[in-house]
């Protein structure tokens, strides 16, 4: 069983701070990784993905991936109150026939206060 | 553009009942899946369908049954209800591996 693991939290961060959210994974063959945000009663909406080692940037969110450490992480930047959410990590694995099928960790909420 | 469309947005069921839930995408996209949700459980998958006229079983197939009728529409069955399948259900369609997954709104399901 392919297994990605969060923190379940609650991670409190002031309004302004820096959040960093990590997620380890167990397939180290999976190629695809992404990050998407749940707010409450709503469905999961994508916010990064990435592929190659290193960091990614994109506005006030900073993805990094360590493939040798099965390792990714999420950075934001300036947090709002606006982005208190569930944050979930998502990896792809390879299944049968050449396709491939994502498996979720259980999410990492975060707040942010003002 | 609607994205991925599911339908009912919620459901009551008693026990034993049969029902059908519906998933539609306008996105071109091969690959569709259902996922379930429970506290502290995270999003589990169920069933996907890598292209059109294939399916396969996920993490928690028990209890279910899909459908991929064309590229566009993947449902899902539940053929006699149980309370342990009160969740709420989530459908997502993929263009490709490397482009992440859209998410329909959800289908809340209680079974009584």
């Known amino acids: 069983q392919k297994e990605v693991e969060q923190n379940s939290g609650p991670l409190s961060v002031p309004e302004g701070a820096i959040a960093s959210l990590n997620c380890t994974y167990s397939d180290r063959g999976s190629q695809s990784f992404f990050w998407y945000r749940q707010y409450s009663g709503k469905s999961p909406e994508l916010i990064m993905f990435i592929y190659s080692n290193g960091d990614k940037e994109d506005g006030r969110f900073t993805a990094q991936l360590n493939k040798a450490s099965q390792y990714v992480s999420l950075l934001i930047r300036d947090s709002q109150p606006s982005d208190s959410a569930t944050y979930l990590c998502?990896?792809?694995?390879?299944?049968?026939?050449?396709?491939?099928?994502?498996?979720f960790g259980r999410g990492t909420s975060l707040i942010v206060h003002p | 553009n609607a994205g991925v469309t599911q339908t009912p947005k919620f459901q009551v069921l008693k026990t034993g009942q049969s029902m059908t839930l519906q998933c539609a995408q306008d996105m071109n996209h091969n690959s569709m899946y259902w996922y379930r949700q429970d506290p502290g459980m995270g999003l589990r998958l169920i069933y996907y369908?890598?292209?059109?006229?294939?399916?396969d079983k996920g993490e928690v197939p028990n209890g279910y049954n899909v459908s991929r009728l064309n590229k566009r529409e993947f449902s899902l069955r539940l053929e006699s209800a149980a309370p342990s399948q009160t969740s709420v259900y989530f459908c997502a369609s993929s263009e490709d591996r490397d482009y992440g997954y859209t998410f329909g709104s959800g289908t809340r399901l209680t079974v009584v």
């Open positions: 369908s890598a292209s059109e006229g294939t399916t």
């Open positions: 998502a990896v792809n694995s390879a299944a049968s026939g050449g396709s491939y099928i994502p498996t």
